[in-house]
């Protein structure tokens, strides 16, 4: 989870009854501020800006509202000419120069704060400055919207962060004081570059499984139920076929399929499936199908996602179906199943961190193994194994690499492997009795086809 997702999520809800908690959560967002905006590509995003500023530095005249109307105003500023240099963007909003949603919903937050009785603190500390600044900027670009809304009267709000609008003094301080000497992990600046390669990740490879040993893959624990289903035996809201392009249909209901029959035998009447990373339904609906003594439970975080499934449900007079439109850490209630079918890079590790603390057998295909080590609250390698064997977390991601590299098909496998044996060796850590590292048949539906199972029970056949 990003630090910003973290704060609006978790900690700024439940700190706004506690006036301690409340200013440590402050602290953090002003400091948030503070760090370049984190985007795909900031060097090149960042040559761009300043390739624009060279024909955009003209003198403005007038109020800052009338400065704010300019979509690119900030292109003007001398302040971040001079932060654009050093290959870094600020975060004059949320999340970069431009706002977005995000802006949107800590606006309405930190106008619930100002009315407390101990808002005054925000003009008093100089440790607010960039939050202050920012909150004074969204109140000037969005007036004319917010006027509209009753809960705001921006004089008022004004006032309280001390904002001098009536003139420009200088355009550089609408803009954050980004620290420019900030060290973002390399990887998620230069896209993994920086990781070992060629020949120093096959010494990283065969050290690995000298320490390790080799990750062998079992047959499927269903396959023959797989090779029996019939796909034109389902109603029309379950098949997978009526709802992706002809071109790929055949693969997604092989892919369904395997993740599906997977889980089959981790299942009992009366127990919660979690289909995470839903999507549209295709797992969580096949397993309603299958499963009417079960809850089946489909969780994602985009809504028209969720909505393409509420239809299909609709459609087929489902009645063991829930939905939840929310992040995977957000899952509060109790289940017994974890199922995932490629949950990009590091969800299928929050989605194992979710199955372990509530103790619940999965079924997991994971995707984007590139992207783990973006997880935050887990460190790589995950199991005592691998940290055991002195296997480092620069050494690590490089294998993670590996995994996604299209050019070596052995070589993918074998990194694929070693990272999802990584994963069950955590599971039997935690108390899991039972692990699988399987693939999907056939392999050839999805480059991505290695499905990793656990359970406290013996896992049979159905």
Wanted: proline share 5%; with cysteine.
């Amino acid at each position: 989870m990003c630090d910003w997702r973290l704060l609006f999520e978790q900690q700024l809800p439940t700190a706004m009854q506690e006036e301690e908690q409340l200013w440590d959560c402050l602290s953090k967002l002003n400091h948030q501020f503070t760090l370049p905006a984190v985007v795909f590509n900031s060097c090149g995003l960042a040559k761009k800006f300043l390739k624009q500023c060279k024909s955009s530095d003209v003198d403005v005249k007038g109020t800052l509202r009338e400065l704010l109307c300019d979509e690119n105003w900030f292109l003007r500023s001398s302040n971040f000419k001079t932060i654009v240099e050093t290959g870094v963007v600020p975060n004059i909003f949320c999340c970069g120069p431009k706002p977005t949603i995000v802006d949107i919903i800590l606006l309405f937050y930190i106008a619930e704060i100002v009315r407390k009785p101990f808002s005054c603190k925000l003009c008093s500390l100089s440790e607010f400055a960039e939050l202050r600044r920012w909150f004074s900027v969204m109140l000037l670009k969005f007036e004319e919207n917010l006027n509209n809304v009753k809960s705001f009267s921006i004089p008022d709000l004004l006032r309280i962060v001390d904002v001098e609008e009536s003139s420009v003094i200088s355009i550089d301080w609408l803009i954050a004081s980004t620290d420019t000497g900030y060290k973002r992990n390399p990887d998620q600046a230069n896209q993994g570059r920086w990781l070992p390669r060629g020949d120093k990740r096959k010494d990283i490879l065969s050290a690995t499984l000298d320490s390790v040993g080799t990750p062998v893959n079992e047959q499927h624990p269903n396959l023959e139920w797989m090779q029996a289903f019939q796909w034109g035996s389902l109603p029309d809201h379950v098949n997978v076929g009526n709802f992706v392009p002809l071109k790929r249909a055949e693969r997604k209901k092989e892919q369904v399929l395997n993740i599906v029959a997977a889980c089959l035998p981790l299942c009992r009447p009366g127990y919660t499936v979690v289909d995470f990373c839903s999507g549209g339904g295709h797992v969580g609906l096949l397993l309603a199908h299958l499963l009417p003594d079960c809850r089946i439970v489909l969780l994602d975080n985009k809504l028209e996602s969720l909505q393409q499934a509420e239809a299909r449900v609709e459609q087929g007079g489902v009645s063991n179906v829930q939905l939840l439109h929310c992040s995977i850490e957000q899952l509060q209630m109790n289940f017994e199943v974890g199922v995932s079918l490629h949950a990009c890079g590091a969800s299928t590790d929050i989605v194992l961190s979710v199955c372990f603390r509530h103790k619940a057998h999965f079924a997991i295909c994971p995707c984007c193994y590139g992207n783990i080590r973006f997880a935050q609250n887990v460190t790589h390698p995950r199991s005592g194994l691998f940290k055991r064997a002195q296997v480092s977390t620069e050494h690590f991601s490089s294998l993670t690499k590996g995994a996604d590299n299209s050019s070596d098909e052995k070589l993918r496998e074998i990194c694929m492997n070693l990272v999802d044996f990584d994963r069950l060796e955590e599971a039997k850590d935690v108390g899991y009795k039972y692990s699988v590292l399987t693939k999907m048949h056939p392999a050839s539906c999805s480059p991505k086809n290695n499905i990793i199972i656990a359970s406290f029970d013996p896992i049979q056949p159905i």
